[in-house]
């Protein structure tokens, strides 16, 4: 019986070394593994790809995934898209911006936030009943909506009600209801708003374009028919996320972001 206990001790203290070197090696790499920007809850994904940074035509894709598929899954066909003129530039959302690799975006730089966003609520010029039964929030566009793109406005980036506001101190804004078939409907994305950076870029949707043509100052545009199907998709209690990038950051950033 002592024997046995003697020539056990060894292979016992074996075991108790390598417990201990396996745990500082998971250790390590929990504190090196990269940190996607999408959250573990979010499982709707609208994902936009360019060809380049300057290009002002992109593809969204919309992706779904759930806690027994935890991949993602393509939702319908790709969709042709516009973004701002100028192309992308990094965003401030849910992601940490990199200069080196495109610039930040700017008020009034023609160009569509880069990165990772929530999506705030769905507009449109109807009441929410004429669009059937929606998951999402929606906000009914009236006559004294606005959105302010007035850098020195305390209420810069933000949809305000005109005639409910006393301190109107803006000298620039977007009429809402005032832009055709532009805000007939559309989604706000939550970029440059917890809190709003000065100069960090403002208003930014995705909404209706009015032809193919178009051109934006930093919204992403698409066909009536699809934005209504987007807006009919979304689901609040899913978390939805907006993903923009170009093909060359995609593909860098696709496995650290968890992206399809």
């Known amino acids: 019986m ?39 809850s979010c499982s709707q994904l609208v994902l936009v790809v360019t060809p380049s940074q300057e290009s002002a035509n992109g593809k969204m894709i919309c ?11 393509q939702e319908g066909d790709s969709i042709i898209v516009l973004v701002g003129k100028k192309g992308l530039a ?25 990165g990772a966003f929530t999506l705030g609520t769905a507009f449109g010029y109807l009441p929410a009943e004429k669009l059937g039964e929606l998951k999402f929030p929606y906000l009914q566009v009236s006559q004294t909506l606005e959105c302010v793109d007035d850098i020195n406005s305390k209420y810069y980036n933000r949809l305000i009600e005109r005639d409910r506001v006393e301190d109107k101190d803006w ?17 706000v994305v939550d970029h440059n708003n917890d809190p709003p950076q000065k100069e960090g870029g403002s208003c930014i ?7 193919p043509a178009d ?14 199907m987007i807006i009919e998709w979304l689901d609040i209690f899913k978390h939805p996320v ?19």
């Not at 500082?24 to 959250?39: A, E, F, G, L, R």
């Open 2 to 40: 002592v024997e046995h206990l003697k020539r056990e001790k060894p292979m016992k203290n074996w075991i108790i070394v390598f417990s201990v070197i396996f745990c500082q090696i998971t250790t390590i790499y929990s504190q090196n593994k990269p940190v996607s920007p999408i959250p573990e």
């Open 63 to 73: 992706f779904t995934r759930s806690a027994a598929q935890p991949e993602w899954i």
């Open 90 to 114: 990094w965003g401030k959302g849910l992601h940490d911006s990199d200069d080196n690799m495109i610039p930040i975006k700017k008020e009034g730089d023609g160009k569509s936030p880069a």
């Open 171 to 187: 000298q620039s804004s977007e009429r809402m209801l005032l832009s055709g078939i532009w805000y007939e409907l559309g989604v």
């Open 205 to 211: 949707f995705l909404h209706n374009w009015s032809d």
């Open 215 to 228: 051109s934006t100052t930093g919204c992403t545009a698409m066909d009536r028919s699809n934005m209504k």
């Open 242 to 260: 907006l993903v923009q990038l170009t093909r060359d950051l995609y593909t860098e950033l696709r496995r650290n972001w968890g992206l399809p």
